[in-house]
């Protein structure tokens, strides 16, 4: 009877160590499970982040090229005394927009972004009042949009530039469609 009992004990102990490594491997595929699984959303959040940071960036770029060529058309408009009394003095048609000032912008990464800006010139005795809509490219679409008063005279004498009002400059995601009016 004692050689049975010893294969009973010897089947029993086989058993439970066979047993036990089961639920080893069983516990060590659910943790790596979970570290995939937490890894996966990790990976997910990560590149959902990264394509929001491009996608801003990119936005962040458009408003900065087209502030930059609004504010260089109004200069060389102010500063070109043959603009006094003319409105969009040198425009022409770029990317099929008539009225237009072909700018390229330089941003501080060294990058150049072309922009067309969109003139609209209401004149008056010895006032310009001059609208812009800036179209960055290369998509074209509006992220700027400003008006501008430029006066001609200065103590009751003509002097083309002699100062600027800026009315309304609004950019981006504030661009509202059209520029507020410019006081009397």
Known sequence: MRPIL???????SRCDRRGQSGYMLAAVIVVFGFFAVISAALMAM???VLRVTEQHD????SVRAADGAMEIVTNDLRLDASA???GCVGSGSHHGYSSSYGVSTTLDDGSV???VVECAAV??????EVTFTARPGPDWA???VARVRIDDTADGSPRPGASVLVCDWQLGDA???SAAPCPA
């Open 6 to 12: 010893a294969v009973g004990a010897y089947l029993r």
């Open 46 to 48: 990560t590149i959902t």
């Open 58 to 61: 990119r936005s962040a770029r």
């Open 84 to 86: 006094a009394g003319s």
């Open 113 to 115: 972004v072309d922009v």
């Open 123 to 128: 004149l008056t005795t010895g006032r310009r």
């Open 142 to 144: 509006v992220e700027g």
């Open 175 to 177: 661009v509202a469609g």
